[in-house]
């Protein structure tokens, strides 16, 4: 079996095989192999009666949906435009935003250094970037007056490897966590001219903590820091590590930080201009071709995702290349911030009810509080992002599951939609 870091696959028969199956928008016919039940064709059909009315309504411009069990398609369609503007229809080749669908590549990049030796989860931060040796921690007070102000404490201990990986550093995004955050992630001016990986990681350590290490989960930057490590341990750009070891070997020809070519800039997914959240999210990735983003920046078609996900689905191995070893996958898949790990939880626990997260993608680990729970199988992982993508994978069932559209307005209700379906479908067929 060959190893990602020494040889490239060559999946042009499986790439063929897709584009025909989307080209002639086949609904059904799943295999038979194994115990899992096939979806039931009605019940799929239901989740283009969905799409097509968000369509027709107006709240969506388009999607591209991908359904695959044993490692075909079973559901593969395409709705609407790609762009309201230009009319471009939605097809197998368009190319979406990923933004925060860049994280579980990011972080199986990582991995795969943790694999070979080149880099260990409780590092210090600090050993590679060392503005990360004196970070502090911010505290809202209140001063005598009643007005709020800002204290900052040394952090306990440095930030690690582990800490980026699994959300737990305290470095957040500047739209979470309390009104100073926000004033003081804008006072730094983060996106202020051109900036690459290296001057990001700078600035950003130059910002206090919003939490002590290892001590809550809080999404932000960390993964665009874990990008700048990956650089320096490799010694190659962000892109070029991904490219080597991930992208090429996957066969995702697609998936890059920036478009350069004008057949692809026309492929390009955009949202509605009423999106403006996105709308303007979009404008400043596009504004920065030379931040590499590990933490958002990619943009990637279905096809190229579902490379990706597939050998998630199958442990780290796809097509006889392994890109990382069992141990380190099972590592990756596992609940990290659970009972007895000391991390916190709170209203900006992104993976939700019933999931904890391993090293770049939420794991489901029981049912949830919810009743009645939410559907999916314990074990299942996923991912999604705030441009609308979302991908599910589902070892019980050996399924993945692919959104692809772009929306900021509408993602968490298609989000909750589309899983529902999706999982209506499959126990329909048991």
Request: aromatic share 10%; proline share 7%; with cysteine.
């Given at each position: 079996?060959?190893?990602?870091?020494?040889?490239?696959?060559?999946?042009?028969a499986w790439r063929i095989a897709l584009v025909a199956a989307?080209?002639?928008?086949?609904?059904?016919?799943?295999?038979?192999?194994?115990?899992?039940?096939?979806?039931?064709?009605?019940?799929?059909?239901?989740?283009?009666?969905?799409?097509?009315?968000?369509?027709?309504?107006?709240?969506?411009?388009?999607?591209?949906?991908?359904?695959?069990?044993?490692g075909r398609p079973v559901y593969l369609k395409c709705f609407?435009?790609?762009?309201?503007?230009?009319?471009?229809?939605?097809?197998?080749?368009?190319?979406?935003?990923?933004?925060?669908?860049?994280?579980?590549?990011?972080?199986?990049?990582?991995?795969?250094?943790?694999?070979?030796?080149?880099?260990?989860?409780?590092?210090?931060?600090?050993?590679?970037?060392?503005?990360f040796a004196n970070m502090h921690v911010g505290l809202e007070?209140?001063?005598?007056?009643?007005?709020?102000?800002?204290?900052?404490?040394?952090?306990?201990?440095?930030?690690?490897?582990?800490?980026?990986?699994?959300?737990?550093?305290?470095?957040?995004?500047?739209?979470?966590?309390?009104?100073?955050?926000?004033?003081?992630?804008?006072?730094?001016?983060?996106?202020?001219?051109?900036?690459?990986?290296?001057?990001?990681?700078?600035?950003?350590?130059?910002?206090?903590?919003?939490?002590?290490?290892?001590?809550?989960?809080?999404?932000?930057?960390?993964?665009?820091?874990?990008?700048?490590?990956?650089?320096?341990?490799?010694?190659?750009?962000?892109?070029?590590?991904?490219?080597?070891?991930?992208?090429?070997?996957?066969?995702?020809?697609?998936?890059?930080?920036?478009?350069?070519?004008?057949?692809?800039?026309?492929?390009?997914?955009?949202?509605?201009?009423?999106?403006?959240?996105?709308?303007?999210?979009?404008?400043?990735?596009?504004?920065?071709?030379?931040?590499?983003?590990?933490?958002?920046?990619?943009?990637?078609?279905?096809?190229?995702?579902?490379?990706?996900?597939?050998?998630?689905?199958?442990?780290?191995?796809?097509?006889?290349?392994?890109?990382?070893?069992?141990?380190?996958?099972?590592?990756?898949?596992?609940?990290?911030?659970?009972?007895?790990?000391?991390?916190?939880?709170?209203?900006?626990?992104?993976?939700?009810?019933?999931?904890?997260?391993?090293?770049?993608?939420?794991?489901?680990?029981?049912?949830?509080?919810?009743?009645?729970?939410?559907?999916?199988?314990?074990?299942?992982?996923?991912?999604?992002?705030?441009?609308?993508?979302?991908?599910?994978?589902?070892?019980?069932?050996?399924?993945?599951?692919?959104?692809?559209?772009?929306?900021?307005?509408?993602?968490?209700?298609?989000?909750?939609?589309?899983?529902?379906?999706?999982?209506?479908?499959?126990?329909?067929?048991?």
């Amino acid at each position: 079996m060959g190893n990602a870091f020494n040889s490239v696959a060559a999946p042009s028969a499986w790439r063929i095989a897709l584009v025909a199956a989307f080209v002639a928008h086949c609904t059904n016919g799943s295999g038979t192999a194994g115990a899992a039940p096939a979806p039931a064709p009605e019940k799929l059909q239901l989740i283009a009666e969905f799409f097509n009315n968000e369509v027709a309504t107006g709240k969506l411009p388009g999607a591209v949906i991908l359904i695959q069990q044993h490692g075909r398609p079973v559901y593969l369609k395409c709705f609407g435009v790609r762009d309201v503007t230009t009319k471009l229809p939605m097809t197998p080749d368009t190319i979406f935003a990923l933004h925060s669908m860049t994280k579980p590549i990011t972080s199986l990049a990582a991995m795969m250094l943790i694999d070979a030796g080149k880099l260990a989860l409780d590092d210090p931060v600090s050993k590679y970037i060392p503005a990360f040796a004196n970070m502090h921690v911010g505290l809202e007070m209140t001063d005598v007056r009643g007005e709020p102000t800002l204290k900052l404490v040394p952090a306990v201990r440095q930030v690690t490897i582990m800490d980026l990986l699994r959300h737990t550093s305290g470095i957040s995004y500047e739209y979470i966590g309390g009104k100073w955050v926000m004033k003081v992630y804008s006072q730094a001016h983060l996106f202020d001219g051109k900036f690459d990986n290296k001057e990001f990681a700078e600035r950003i350590a130059k910002l206090p903590l919003a939490r002590q290490p290892g001590t809550l989960w809080r999404y932000g930057h960390s993964t665009d820091v874990l990008g700048r490590v990956i650089e320096i341990v490799s010694g190659k750009t962000l892109y070029h590590f991904m490219k080597q070891h991930i992208l090429d070997p996957l066969g995702m020809n697609h998936t890059k930080f920036v478009l350069d070519a004008t057949q692809e800039l026309t492929l390009m997914a955009e949202p509605l201009p009423s999106d403006r959240v996105l709308v303007d999210a979009e404008r400043e990735r596009r504004a920065h071709p030379e931040w590499e983003s590990g933490g958002g920046g990619l943009v990637s078609t279905i096809i190229d995702y579902a490379r990706f996900a597939q050998m998630i689905l199958n442990a780290g191995e796809l097509d006889g290349t392994r890109y990382i070893s069992p141990a380190a996958f099972k590592d990756m898949t596992t609940d990290h911030v659970g009972p007895n790990s000391g991390v916190g939880r709170d209203y900006f626990y992104f993976p939700g009810d019933g999931f904890g997260f391993g090293y770049g993608l939420a794991v489901r680990t029981d049912p949830g509080e919810a009743k009645p729970p939410p559907p999916g199988s314990i074990g299942e992982l996923k991912w999604d992002s705030g441009s609308g993508t979302y991908f599910g994978v589902d070892p019980k069932l050996d399924v993945i599951y692919i959104l692809m559209a772009q929306t900021q307005n509408e993602r968490a209700r298609t989000r909750a939609a589309f899983k529902k379906l999706v999982y209506d479908a499959f126990a329909a067929g048991n």
